[in-house]
């Protein structure tokens, strides 16, 4: 049996896991994502030490490795990522470089959505989106059964107008991301109540048991979500909309309200249904190994 590693690098951590060729996770590691790294130097380095934390040298035969922005995944190289401060890196071939191991690349989004394509929540269906939504927010576009990415810069939908009053990292004012991502909803409440570190699960939690701060912060998010939901239903028509990252632990706290406002939006539209991922927050860690899978004989096997 060959292990992989699944590494996924968002704004704020980096995830690591070992996975076997069945997509059973037998172990984890995280560490902080490094700030103000332009050169990915210090990326690779944590990257590198989490591979050692998770097995001994040589039990790794394969890396799949997912990042978040708009990429070249043929050729490694992240054009451009706002949450990690990249411009045209060829992240790819130096983490591989460093760990002398083969490296699958793949953005962070379409990760998940392979793995919900192949085994989740997509499965058997022609067209789909997948939404995760952690520090950042985009989406994966399943289309005619195949995951669309446009040369690496499809589905974006974290940087639509949503006349949203904060400013986003793409440098403009009012996008999903900046009023909907779990990081602007930490953000916000924080901002509004004076409490720092009250995660966004929490914050879901606070709006449910009558917080009004919460509520209304947590309201104005959902809404922006649907906002930005009615416009991909409007031109794309999915069969079901998949939610994942970390907000989707939320479950019905997400799923209700976004249902609720596009019922009252929605008119000649076909209405997709709304689920949370099969594999939670795990669907990138998954889809990361099956990259890196299917760099090996036989799947690993």
Known sequence: MKLVAAIDV???????????????IIATANAPTPQNDVDGSKTVKVISELLSKLASPGEIKAVGLAVPGALDETNGISRWSGN????????????AREIKIPVAF???VRTGALAELRNGAAKGLNNAIFIPIGTGIAAALI??????????FAGEIGHVNVGGEFNCVCGKKGCLEAAASALSITNAYAQASGKTGTSSEEIATLSQNGDAIAQ????????SIATACQMLITVLAPEVIIFGGGLSQSGNLLIDPIAKSLGESLTFQKVPQLV???????????????LALDLLPNGGN
Not at 217 to 222: G, L
Not at 278 to 284: K, R, S
């Open 10 to 24: 968002g704004g704020t951590s980096i995830k690591g896991a070992l996975v076997d060729p069945d997509l059973h």
């Open 84 to 95: 990690l401060g990249w411009k045209n890196l060829p992240i790819r071939d130096l983490l």
């Open 106 to 108: 793949g953005h962070d």
């Open 143 to 152: 289309i005619d059964g195949q995951i669309r990415s446009s040369n690496g």
């Open 216 to 223: 209304k912060i947590w309201e104005n998010a959902m809404a």
């Open 276 to 290: 949370i991922a099969h594999y939670g927050a795990q669907a990138g860690t998954i889809g990361c190994a099956m």
